[in-house]
């Protein structure tokens, strides 16, 4: 997973505050926010165990209805799980960088721009309070036109936090997929129903649908 920057700061942003970071908070809500997905991805982490389990169980017992249910919520919390890798590192980019931009001030260091934008854009979605403080930080320095801009702006929004960051529904094919996967590790004999096989463009590749007559 790579941290991408855009070179094209919009210059509006280049004059927009006359001022710059406050060091001190900046580095707690960072440090902080690091913490908190720590602890999240460790919670997560352990509940993806779980779900794994109970979708064995839910399989053996015939409850197909409840391990695809269960499904569902471990394939949103892997999604979060590669957010939360991304920021910290985001963070630890910005920990780097403060010298920097408390010196530049107003100014954006031009491969720090998809950093900033994705600190923006995740502060509301990945539960994480600090975040928020760190979206305040940016918007008080680069304003805030640049804070609404990641909601419109997404293609400057890192691709992995982007497609993983909001919450889901899977289609039943991906969740029947990830039914399979967590069963064949344990052994476990699964033929999924008819119903949540059909085939689409993302599970042509993957169906293992029987053949029809």
């Given at each position: ?20 970071f406050n060091k ?89 721009f998809s950093t ?75 033929q999924p129903c ?20």
């Open positions: 997973m790579c941290i991408r920057n855009s070179n094209n700061i919009p210059k509006e942003i280049m004059g927009s505050r006359n001022t710059t001190s908070v900046l580095q707690s809500a960072l440090r902080q926010s690091k913490a908190r997905m720590s602890l999240h991805r460790g919670k997560k982490s352990n509940e993806i165990h779980k779900k794994e389990r109970d979708i064995i169980n839910y399989i053996e017992s015939g409850n197909e209805n409840m391990a695809l249910i269960c499904s569902e919520t471990l394939i949103n919390d892997e999604r979060m799980i590669l957010c939360y890798d991304i920021l910290s590192m985001m963070c630890d980019q910005m920990l780097e960088r403060i010298p920097l931009l408390i010196k530049m001030g107003k100014e954006m260091p031009s491969d720090m900033m934008r994705t600190m923006v854009y995740s502060a509301e979605r990945a539960n994480i309070d600090e975040l928020s403080i760190v979206r305040k930080e940016i918007q008080r320095v680069y304003g805030v036109k640049f804070a609404k801009d990641a909601e419109i702006d997404l293609a400057s929004i890192n691709e992995t936090v982007r497609e993983n960051i909001n919450l889901v529904m899977p289609e039943e094919g991906r969740k029947v997929e990830k039914i399979m996967d967590i069963v064949k590790k344990q052994g476990v004999m699964y008819l119903l949540y096989t059909s085939p689409s463009p993302r599970d042509l590749s993957t169906s293992r649908m029987p053949s029809s007559a």
